[in-house]
């Protein structure tokens, strides 16, 4: 099916109502958009550029400016077509290693590396929730983490890089390195969330009680005690450098120590709080701001009078640093309560670090379908001035926040 004939199908199911995922699947080689589609994007508007989806779920994306590519690897759910299964102790494995990529200049999925499931150690195993940042010095993809019920591969509580020029990945056997992100102590739990701070040239892995930092010009990792920090990350936040502020912006979700028994029901939620469930309680929770300073190792929460816009509580969403215009741009989201009231949004929010103030757009287009909780495939594309974001739902789609 060429490209243009799949268009139209496509638009045909989403009249009738059927998703692309309920019949026969298009090969990614049949599915193209045009990049100079890009180029007169309006101000604050959303253009949808109709790839579906690729490899597996709850991971981030990274882009690749050196390289053009929108970069991602392993996930769950993955059904990416396998191979080596002859042999296999788990052939039927979804938690994934496939590797994909829009590469932009030809506006279209590659696939780099198939779903092997002989779990090859040349390349990070397979599972979920593993972190990448890009790193505009070396011009590679780090990776860390993942979590999995099985399946195995190279050692993920590990550094890896990512060549996309050379296609190549490779492990950096660091010494010292912070305990594995599935720790008993909870400071210890869920370090997959890092970014890299392109000022000092290092890669910043808050935990909650101590903030990790390895110096890729040294190999050597760092523990430094941030008592007065923000709570641990978990596996599925969301952080970005902003190189304007030079300061790691960590929007989250906390709880404000507020609790209800369950017995008496869920208070309504507002604006700035929403109300969790956890055992026997409902825990109040609130949408907070937090920055890093590298140099100073310290953190601090934007203070935001209590009638100040900003976006309401949410887990998951997609977080991008427009280089361009020195703006954090948070999109979607979900409740991530796992139940029948999870609230999934579709609204874009823009930071100003510095002034220390949200404000939301209002986009012109319609706004990607966000139906499924995991928001964080999402990255900037500094050429072509896009943050692309693609939800498990839907397709690609590029925002343009200032032209």
């Not at 020029?165 to 010292?176: G, R």
């Amino acid at each position: 099916m060429n490209t243009q004939a799949w268009l139209v199908t496509l638009a045909a199911w989403s009249i009738l109502g059927i998703g692309v995922c309920d019949g026969a699947e298009p090969r990614a080689e049949d599915q193209r958009f045009d990049p100079a589609a890009l180029r007169e994007l309006p101000d604050n508007t959303w253009l949808d550029l109709q790839l579906t989806w690729r490899g597996g779920n709850e991971i981030p994306a990274v882009f690749d400016a050196a390289n053009q590519v929108f970069f991602k690897y392993g996930g769950c759910g993955d059904q990416t077509s396998r191979i080596n299964i002859e042999g296999s102790s788990r052939p039927n494995e979804t938690y994934g290693n496939s590797c994909w990529v829009i590469n932009m200049a030809r506006g279209q999925w590659e696939l780099r590396r198939p779903r092997d499931v002989s779990f090859p150690k040349n390349r990070p195993a397979n599972g979920c929730s593993r972190c990448f940042a890009y790193d505009s010095h070396r011009r590679v993809i780090w990776m860390y983490g993942g979590i999995s019920n099985g399946g195995g591969g190279g050692d993920q509580w590990d550094l890896w890089t990512y060549d996309a020029q050379a296609d190549t990945f490779k492990q950096w056997h660091t010494k010292d390195r912070p305990p594995a992100g599935d720790g008993a102590n909870t400071w210890m739990r869920g370090g997959d969330v890092f970014v890299h701070d392109s000022h000092a040239d290092l890669l910043i892995m808050p935990r909650g009680e101590v903030t990790w930092v390895f110096d890729p010009k040294t190999g050597n990792w760092q523990a430094r005690n941030t008592p007065a920090g923000p709570v641990g990350p978990g596996h599925y936040a969301s952080m970005v450098y902003d190189a304007a502020a030079r300061r790691l912006v960590y929007p989250t979700m906390e709880p404000t120590g507020r609790t209800v028994p369950k017995l008496q029901g869920a208070p309504a939620a507002t604006e700035n709080t929403y109300w969790r469930s956890k055992g026997d309680l409902w825990h109040e929770c609130r949408f907070t701001t937090w920055t890093y300073d590298s140099q100073t190792n310290h953190w601090a929460r934007l203070a935001l009078p209590d009638d100040a816009p900003r976006p309401s509580p949410r887990w998951r969403f997609g977080l991008a640093y427009d280089s361009n215009h020195q703006a954090v741009i948070l999109i979607g989201g979900s409740t991530d309560t796992w139940e029948r009231d999870e609230k999934y949004f579709h609204d874009v929010w823009v930071l100003d670090t510095g002034a220390g103030r949200w404000q939301e757009m209002q986009p012109h287009g319609a706004p990607p379908d966000v139906r499924h909780r995991e928001c964080r495939h999402c990255a900037y594309a500094p050429e072509q001035n896009v943050v692309l974001f693609l939800n498990h739902a839907g397709s690609l789609a590029a925002y343009r926040y200032q032209k």
